[in-house]
């Protein structure tokens, strides 16, 4: 099993800046790929970003240009450094590990989340 756990949400004015963190635990050694996905009230969760094994990003276009994923694999985590944030990023964060190789925007497809983080933005 891999225990995933998110900090770093907020509130944040438009413009401003976050910073997400998710520490994984457990049998981490069985992760490929993380990813990011989000969930604002009413609507269905989207992929935000992800990053596997080798380094290899895929991000949303709504976010491409604006969030950056990284990975610190000496200590089990993954970061999205949100910048330029607009007030449709509100939503609640999770994060997420797929076993199996290669990226997926499908968050079916992600094997572990995390209970969320929730980031607001105000206009």
């Known amino acids: 099993q891999v225990q995933l756990v998110e900090s770093g949400g907020g509130l944040v004015q438009a413009g401003g800046s976050l910073r997400l963190s998710c520490a994984a635990s457990g049998r981490t050694s069985s992760i490929s790929v993380m990813g990011w996905f989000r969930q604002a009230p009413g609507k269905e969760r989207e992929f935000v970003a992800a990053?596997?094994?080798?380094?290899?990003?895929h991000y949303a276009d709504s976010v491409k240009g604006r969030f950056t994923i990284s990975r610190n694999y000496a200590k089990n985590t993954v970061y999205l450094q949100m910048d330029s944030l607009k007030p449709e990023d509100t939503a609640v964060y999770y994060c997420a590990a797929k076993i199996s190789l290669g990226i997926s925007t499908l968050g079916d497809q992600y094997n572990f989340r995390g209970q969320g983080t929730q980031v607001t933005v105000s206009s």
């Open positions: 990053i596997n094994w080798s380094g290899s990003i």
